[in-house]
């Protein structure tokens, strides 16, 4: 079954709006999540890695104002596209692993397909 | 630049044939390795994991691992209809939890 909640699973709106993308580790605690954006054709980009109670870690080429994570609690991460434009148009898609360490498999949510007007 | 390469396929294989995917990284310092299936539309689905050299099985898929080659490939046995996706190959060094993704291998299984 599921171990990591994404939601929602499509949004579209239009350009100049703000989204929010949740993510949820089901019955397990997630010092860390990730956060990815995928392009049609293309492979996953890590965008940044959200840490429970500090700042989140951005990759380079990525905007921290444009991408605004908060991580609150250790079963929730949130992904907020400010301000969304076409070119944000994309595949967003948070995991998380059960436990700790670099071995550990990470899991991913079902994805959030974002298409700005 | 670490990365992870992998034949973008596609690759076509008969039902019930072994497909075999391939995958090469650049960092030595890779010490996790995962196989992901990716449905079109989807998002990734663990497939398995591998740590140590030499092969690892799970039902239908077979991991191999060898390190001095800097190579990981997934077997798959008895290919079904169902098994057709992308395969990511995706690694991690010891000291980060990041992934570094391949770009994906097609495989298609004809019935």
């Known amino acids: 079954g599921a171990v990591v909640s994404q939601h929602p699973s499509r949004v579209i709106c239009k350009s100049g709006t703000s989204v929010k993308i949740e993510c949820r580790s089901l019955?397990?605690?997630?010092?860390?999540m990730f956060w990815y954006r995928q392009f049609p054709k293309q492979s996953l980009m890590l965008m940044a890695t959200s840490n429970e109670g500090s700042k989140a870690t951005y990759e380079q080429g990525v905007e921290k104002d444009k991408f605004l994570i908060n991580h609150a609690s250790l079963t929730l991460s949130t992904l907020t596209v400010t301000s969304a434009h076409p070119e944000d148009s994309s595949f967003y898609i948070c995991?998380?692993?059960?436990?700790?360490?670099?071995?550990?498999?990470?899991?991913f949510g079902d994805g959030t397909r974002l298409s700005i007007l | 630049q670490k990365e992870v390469e992998q034949n973008s396929g596609p690759l076509s294989v008969p039902e019930g044939a072994i497909a075999s995917l391939n995958c090469t990284y650049s960092?030595?310092?890779?010490?996790?390795f995962f196989w992901y299936r990716q449905y079109s539309g989807k998002s990734p689905e663990l497939i398995m994991f591998?740590?140590?050299?030499g092969d690892k099985e799970d039902g239908r898929f077979t991991a191999q691992l060898n390190k001095a080659s800097q190579y990981v490939s997934l077997l798959i046995r008895d290919s079904q209809p169902s098994d057709s996706a992308t395969y990511l190959c995706?690694?991690?060094?010891?000291?980060?939890?990041?992934?570094?993704f391949g770009k994906g291998t097609l495989l298609t299984v004809n019935p």
């Open positions: 995706a690694v991690t060094p010891l000291t980060s939890f990041k992934l570094t």
């Open positions: 591998i740590y140590s050299n």
């Open positions: 019955d397990f605690q997630a010092t860390t």
């Open positions: 995991s998380a692993s059960i436990g700790t360490g670099s071995n550990q498999p990470q899991h």
């Open positions: 960092d030595r310092g890779s010490q996790s």
